[in-house]
């Protein structure tokens, strides 16, 4: 599977950005696809992910209400809709895909994601 992800830039706060994620190669019949950023000088941290299968969204209280994820089961891509953005939000963010192979999962664990994209820069000016 490969995750190419795209739609960073340099915005200033207040601003928006899309991130998109599409996905290539083995389809898998249940699985999440997640958001998760990296901001400078910290840990990678959940930020959304999205159930494939049924549209479930689930979201990092921090960006509750200001980012949206959705997805394009024709295109196989997920998006990223950033509005309201913070310095704060400045990080990589990259996308992953979570295969569903057992009863008990955590989808904002990253250690439980299968496959990464490259990441993307965002950097939000204040």
């Known amino acids: 599977v490969q995750l190419q992800a795209s739609g960073g830039g340099l915005v200033q706060a207040g601003g928006s950005l899309r991130l998109s994620c599409a996905a290539s190669?083995?389809?898998?019949?249940?699985?999440?696809m997640g958001w998760f950023r990296r901001p400078p000088g910290k840990e990678r941290e959940f930020a959304a992910a999205?159930?494939?299968?049924?549209?479930?969204?689930y979201y990092a209280d921090s960006v509750k209400g200001r980012f949206t994820i959705s997805r394009d089961n024709a295109k196989n891509t997920v998006y990223l809709q950033m509005n309201s953005l913070k310095p704060e939000d400045t990080a990589v963010y990259y996308c992953?895909?979570?295969?569903?192979?057992?009863?008990?999962?955590?989808?904002?664990?990253?250690?439980?994601?299968?496959?990464w994209g490259q990441g993307t820069l965002v950097t939000v000016s204040s």
């Open positions: 992953a895909l979570k295969r569903v192979s057992q009863i008990y999962y955590n989808i904002r664990n990253p250690g439980e994601y299968d496959y």
């Open positions: 190669g083995r389809t898998f019949i249940s699985y999440y």
């Open positions: 999205i159930s494939w299968s049924n549209g479930n969204t």
